[in-house]
């Protein structure tokens, strides 16, 4: 996928060094950077080939910027990652793959149909599977840059040690602006972790061989948590007056709980009687969809720590075979804040006394919960939503 990108667990880890990375020049940087790599058994002849004549890319550091997850509307999102043709391409891509798809999901207990809208979201089926940008480039750029260093420096080690291994060459090593690589867009330390040689020739191949891309996304979902006997999740309907402070990933109750609270499945029949907990999420806020949500919806968020993004990963999944569409994606004609009103709804946030973990217009989990505060201060209801809205009422103080 264009954005940010399977298995790309941005929101963690803290910077490196008490000495910011870019506060040194990239290239004496990179000089401590070969001479890490070395000391952890990286070939003299990989660090050449690799990191010789190396630059940083600009245009990386503007992409990490305004992630869509961040700057789009839950709207916006969905209509631009599960729409018709994606459907239509990923049902056929279901079929015409489905003797090796089977093989697979039956050996790591996943359905196909989740294997493909992983594949439809990350790379559009493959199309996108060779990637843009050199990955070494790109990740030493991220890398160098402080806002997540440490990260991006152990993505980096990590990918010369793919390339010191003989999986793949410098040249063809490419990806997204992020690191991600291949089929279903693996970040280098969940190569190392997860990727598997399905087909014994003695390579890893995610970036042009299906089998073995196939069987390391499924790998990397069975042994985060996956379980083949649940659903990710159902749109839900919630009762009038609804507390929106119980919409939160932290918050989870048993679907008799919810039951008993009002929750219902869409059309108003009742929950299922099944002894399980779930959470609830409102991804538009009060005015939009809820969902409730189970144990491999939380798999999903360790592929892509997004909301928006597992919503998209089960809604195309269970578009491929038949079942509905969710009944609404919240407001029409809304926007998401750009970066510079990001950065400026958190500094307001923060002047206020609500932490956002950060100014950096990246309004995530960490700013959500300082607007979900802010919200309970001012009386309005706590559903935590970066609204345009939302953000006039905290420019006003109200």
Do not use: C
């Amino acid at each position: 996928m264009r954005h940010a990108i399977a298995l790309v667990v941005i929101l963690v880890f803290a910077l490196s060094s008490p000495v910011q990375a870019q506060e040194q020049s990239f290239n004496a940087w990179l000089g401590d950077l070969r001479a890490d790599a070395r000391s952890k058994g990286i070939s003299a002849a990989t660090l050449e080939a690799a990191l010789t004549g190396l630059e940083p890319i600009p245009r990386v550091i503007e992409l990490d910027r305004r992630q869509p997850e961040f700057t789009w509307t839950f709207r916006k999102y969905q209509e631009k990652l599960v729409n018709d043709q994606r459907i239509k391409t990923a049902k056929k891509k279901l079929a015409a793959n489905a003797k090796l798809l089977n093989e697979i999901g039956k050996k790591y207990g996943i359905h196909p149909r989740f294997l493909v809208a992983f594949w439809g979201l990350e790379t559009d089926f493959g199309r996108l599977a060779e990637g843009y940008f050199p990955t070494i480039a790109a990740l030493a750029t991220l890398a160098h840059d402080g806002r997540r260093s440490k990260f991006f420096r152990a993505q980096l080690l990590a990918a010369l040690k793919i390339i010191d291994q003989g999986h793949i060459s410098v040249e063809r090593m490419k990806g997204s602006w992020a690191g991600a690589m291949g089929h279903f867009q693996f970040i280098p330390t969940t190569f190392d972790a997860y990727a598997t040689d399905y087909d014994g020739d003695g390579k890893i191949d995610i970036w042009g061989n299906q089998a073995d891309a196939y069987a390391s996304a499924a790998n990397f979902l069975t042994k985060s948590g996956w379980k083949d006997d649940e659903i990710w999740g159902r749109e839900v309907v919630l009762p009038d007056g609804f507390d929106f402070n119980l919409a939160h990933m932290k918050v989870k109750k048993t679907l008799a709980q919810w039951q008993a609270m009002g929750v219902r499945k869409v059309g108003g029949v009742k929950l299922p009687r099944v002894d399980m907990q779930a959470s609830i999420v409102a991804p538009a806020g009060a005015q939009g969809p809820a969902f409730l949500i189970y144990g491999n919806f939380r798999t999903i968020m360790v592929w892509n720590r997004s909301i928006f993004y597992a919503l998209a990963v089960g809604q195309l999944a269970d578009r491929m075979v038949g079942r509905a569409k969710f009944t609404t994606l919240g407001p029409k004609g809304g926007r998401g804040l750009s970066h510079a009103e990001g950065k400026d709804l958190q500094q307001r946030l923060t002047d206020m006394g609500f932490d956002t973990g950060g100014v950096d217009g990246i309004v995530g989990a960490k700013s959500r919960e300082a607007i979900r505060k802010f919200q309970r201060a001012a009386g309005l209801v706590p559903d935590g939503h970066p609204s345009m809205d939302m953000f006039e009422r905290i420019r006003k103080g109200l």
